[in-house]
T-cell receptor
Framework: NAGVTQTPKFQVLKTGQSMTLQCAQD?????MSWYRQDPGMGLRLIHY???????DQGEVPNGYNVSRSTTEDFPLRLLSAAPSQTSVYFC???????????FGPGTRLLVL | AQSVTQLDSQVPVFEEAPVELRCNYS??????LFWYVQYPNQGLQLLLK??????LVKGINGFEAEFNKSQTSFHLRKPSVHISDTAEYFC?????????????FGKGTLLTVNP
């Protein structure tokens, strides 16, 4: 199993550009989440999904969109990048609320 | 809504000393509790979790945590730390029922083990 994979590993954007962060898992997990990690802020939940076709907002959803057309994939879209979105983004998945959450390696995003 | 407070942002200790990383949570329902560790430039991995039963939970790398319902705490302990334990540690909570599927993390505690 590859586990949770994320692409790209690094990305530099200009303000106003859009992009999609890819996330895939091969563990047949229903629950998937996107977090951003900023110094001193811990991990903050952006969006999450409890199955294909079902998504919901987390703590900091503004400026981000998600979709879940398959169990395996959960892309995160930045609609119009802003410097405040400079962060490290982690995708994660788990089988259920009591189960271990597995994290991807992260995407480092710099918005100029 | 659930929340997690990690009381110390940084904890410096000497090698072979004991350490306790503190975590308090709030929730209106029963919870599942987790500790994750993040080594430099890596993703997070699970140290241990409390689901039910015995309040003392043992995890990997010699860590353990104790669930205290009356104090809404889930402190992480290790009797003797190593240089390799230097990392950031995150406490997390998930409601055990209802429709809240979120896993909420604390802000993290940076453990630095000095020789």
């Amino acid at each position: 199993n590859a586990g949770v994979t994320q692409t790209p590993k690094f990305q530099v954007l200009k303000t106003g550009q859009s992009m999609t962060l890819q996330c895939a898992q091969d563990m047949n997990h229903e629950y998937m989440s996107w977090y951003r990690q900023d110094p001193g802020m811990g991990l903050r939940l952006i969006h999450y999904s409890v199955g294909a076709g079902i998504t919901d907002q987390g703590e900091v959803p503004n400026g981000y969109n998600v979709s879940r057309s398959t169990t395996e994939d959960f892309p995160l879209r930045l609609l119009s990048a802003a410097p405040s979105q400079t962060s490290v983004y982690f995708c994660a998945s788990r089988l259920g609320p009591w189960e271990t959450q597995y994290f991807g390696p992260g995407t480092r995003l710099l918005v100029l | 809504a659930q929340s997690v407070t990690q009381l110390d942002s940084q904890v410096p200790v000497f090698e072979e000393a004991p350490v306790e990383l503190r975590c308090n949570y709030s929730s209106s329902v029963s919870v599942y509790l987790f500790w994750y560790v993040q080594y430099p430039n890596q993703g997070l991995q699970l140290l241990l979790k409390y689901l039910s039963g015995s309040t003392l939970v043992k995890g990997i790398n010699g860590f353990e945590a104790e669930f205290n319902k009356s104090q809404t705490s889930f402190h992480l302990r290790k009797p003797s730390v190593h240089i390799s334990d230097t990392a950031e540690y995150f406490c997390a909570v998930s409601d055990s029922g209802g429709s809240n599927y979120k896993l909420t993390f604390g802000k993290g505690t940076l453990l630095t083990v000095n020789p």
